[in-house]
């Protein structure tokens, strides 16, 4: 689906709400939509440019799970499935993204917005970078993209994931970042799958999607998608990055990064920016959904029936995961951890609870482990290995932490006070309370 299409239906349904006055890129739009969220909003007049700009499309996963018309608690077994059964996506000469092939490269008249007054520069941050390697095949994944010149950004990359290894690799790549896609595309390039799968097979089983062929290259880029910046990343070619605020909402530090210099920008006719705030509900979203999978398919294949993963919003959507399961043995809840930790390795802390639990509720996690939670039987606490770059208690450079589960589900045999929760009467409020 082209992301315009989608931004008129949720306008039409008065879930959007648009901004008709002029707004700045630098600050102010930032500050509309975090004021704003997780309500969408449409700015159709950015002072700097003749482009509109929406954000808050994706905050929620009740918002993803409404765009593909399913329940919230479909959307790890959808998400699983697409991972398993990827199919690849119809290749077609009449891309929507090439509508608009620009003359020339200026950056400065695109609306990339300054998020933060910490911030390094103008910022993209809903880029999907797609990239490939002779061996592997294609990738995609996020990277987030500092403007510092015209036809100049520099590029956050994370050291030991797919697109680092192809740039030691070759040294310099052919790119294609992709602003302005639909879930199916930004679910899928977040994804955590084995080196050489294309992501975007997983974004095709997830809705049926078009590629085209990029103008500058061989590479296949999401044919929907708003924008297209084409050009080159250079390994040896560096520039400070940052600051900039990453997903646990705390400033980055300043690193030397690789170049990406900007040769071609296409567009729709049409086209809309997708601005996407560092660090708020859409970020957390779609950084740490698209890892539950992994994490439900780790836990299965330890013959524990999982039920559901949550990574929690509050541990920066990324850090902390609830995991729900059907406990059959005694040792399911530890050996979930165990699983889970597998999955993700980024995770700090994780909680396993009974199928009676709902784990979107904190009150309800909270009382698990307050009622079921031992910590002489049902803590785990691993050895210190490393963790996430994102944690700013974890130990600079080696990202070295210490990792801690906990079972809150309650044994298969009661010996003493039931742990189940009383049950009040249902009963029709209206029938009691009406004229």
Same mark, same amino acid.
């Given at each position: 689906?082209?992301?315009?299409?989608?931004?008129?239906?949720?306008?039409?349904? =008065?879930?959007? #709400?648009? &901004?008709?006055?002029?707004?700045?890129?630098?600050?102010?739009?930032?500050?509309?939509?975090?004021?704003?969220?997780?309500? @969408?909003?449409?700015?159709?007049?950015?002072?700097?440019?003749?482009?509109?700009?929406?954000?808050?499309?994706?905050?929620?996963?009740?918002?993803?799970?409404?765009?593909?018309?399913?329940?919230?608690?479909?959307?790890?077994?959808?998400?699983?499935?697409?991972?398993? /059964?990827? %199919?690849?996506?119809? &290749?077609?000469?009449?891309?929507?993204?090439?509508?608009?092939? #620009?003359?020339?490269?200026?950056?400065?008249?695109?609306?990339?917005?300054? +998020?933060?007054?910490?911030?390094?520069?103008?910022?993209? %941050? %809903?880029?999907? *970078?797609?990239?490939?390697?002779?061996?592997?095949?294609?990738?995609?994944?996020?990277?987030?993209?500092?403007?510092?010149? /015209?036809?100049? *950004?520099?590029?956050?990359?994370?050291?030991?994931?797919?697109?680092?290894?192809?740039?030691?690799?070759? =040294?310099?790549?052919?790119?294609?970042?992709?602003?302005?896609?639909?879930?199916?595309?930004?679910?899928?390039?977040?994804?955590?799958?084995?080196?050489?799968?294309?992501?975007?097979?997983?974004?095709?089983?997830?809705?049926?999607?078009?590629?085209?062929?990029?103008?500058?290259?061989?590479?296949?880029?999401?044919?929907?998608?708003?924008?297209?910046?084409?050009?080159?990343?250079?390994?040896?070619?560096?520039?400070?990055?940052?600051?900039?605020?990453?997903?646990?909402?705390?400033?980055?530090?300043?690193?030397?990064? @690789?170049?990406?210099?900007?040769?071609?920008?296409?567009?729709?006719?049409?086209?809309?920016?997708?601005?996407?705030?560092?660090?708020?509900?859409? +970020?957390?979203?779609?950084?740490?959904?698209?890892?539950?999978?992994?994490?439900?398919? /780790?836990?299965?294949?330890?013959?524990?029936?999982?039920?559901?993963?949550?990574?929690?919003?509050?541990?920066?959507?990324?850090?902390?995961?609830? &995991?729900?399961?059907?406990?059959?043995?005694?040792?399911?809840?530890?050996?979930?951890?165990?699983?889970?930790?597998?999955?993700?390795?980024?995770?700090?802390?994780?909680?396993?609870?009974?199928?009676?639990?709902?784990?979107?509720?904190?009150?309800?996690?909270?009382?698990?482990?307050?009622? #079921?939670?031992?910590?002489?039987?049902?803590?785990?606490?691993?050895?210190?290995?490393?963790?996430?770059?994102?944690?700013?208690?974890?130990?600079?450079?080696?990202?070295?932490?210490?990792?801690?589960?906990?079972?809150?589900?309650?044994?298969?045999?009661?010996?003493?006070?039931?742990?189940?929760?009383?049950?009040?009467?249902?009963?029709?409020?209206?029938?009691?309370?009406?004229?």
């Amino acid at each position: 689906m082209i992301l315009e299409e989608y931004v008129n239906t949720q306008r039409n349904d =008065g879930r959007l #709400r648009v &901004v008709r006055k002029e707004v700045s890129k630098n600050l102010e739009a930032a500050g509309v939509l975090s004021a704003m969220e997780p309500t @969408p909003i449409l700015f159709e007049n950015i002072a700097e440019s003749e482009f509109r700009v929406v954000g808050n499309l994706f905050c929620t996963k009740m918002q993803i799970a409404d765009y593909f018309g399913i329940s919230v608690q479909d959307i790890i077994p959808i998400l699983t499935a697409a991972i398993e /059964k990827r %199919s690849p996506p119809e &290749v077609t000469d009449n891309a929507p993204c090439q509508e608009v092939v #620009r003359e020339h490269v200026d950056l400065n008249e695109l609306p990339i917005l300054v +998020h933060n007054e910490v911030d390094g520069g103008p910022y993209i %941050s %809903s880029g999907v *970078m797609v990239a490939s390697d002779p061996e592997y095949g294609q990738n995609l994944d996020f990277h987030r993209a500092m403007q510092f010149d /015209k036809d100049k *950004m520099v590029i956050r990359v994370v050291r030991g994931r797919d697109f680092h290894k192809f740039l030691q690799k070759n =040294g310099e790549l052919d790119v294609a970042l992709c602003v302005g896609n639909t879930p199916e595309v930004l679910i899928a390039a977040a994804t955590s799958v084995e080196t050489g799968i294309n992501e975007l097979e997983i974004a095709n089983a997830l809705r049926p999607i078009q590629v085209t062929k990029a103008k500058l290259s061989d590479l296949l880029i999401p044919a929907d998608c708003e924008f297209v910046l084409e050009g080159r990343v250079f390994l040896e070619e560096l520039h400070d990055e940052g600051p900039f605020i990453d997903l646990t909402e705390t400033v980055d530090v300043v690193r030397q990064e @690789p170049v990406f210099e900007v040769r071609k920008i296409t567009h729709r006719k049409t086209a809309i920016w997708q601005a996407l705030l560092p660090g708020k509900l859409e +970020h957390k979203i779609l950084m740490g959904m698209p890892r539950e999978p992994t994490i439900f398919r /780790k836990v299965r294949e330890r013959n524990v029936e999982v039920l559901d993963v949550y990574i929690t919003p509050g541990g920066a959507s990324w850090l902390h995961v609830a &995991v729900k399961i059907r406990k059959h043995n005694e040792d399911d809840g530890l050996r979930a951890v165990q699983a889970a930790f597998e999955g993700h390795k980024s995770a700090k802390h994780v909680w396993v609870y009974d199928d009676d639990i709902d784990i979107y509720d904190e009150r309800e996690r909270e009382w698990a482990m307050a009622t #079921r939670f031992q910590a002489d039987e049902d803590l785990l606490i691993k050895d210190r290995e490393p963790g996430s770059s994102l944690d700013p208690s974890a130990e600079p450079g080696t990202k070295m932490t210490t990792k801690v589960g906990f079972d809150c589900t309650k044994p298969l045999v009661t010996k003493g006070k039931s742990f189940d929760k009383a049950k009040f009467p249902v009963v029709d409020v209206d029938k009691y309370l009406g004229e």
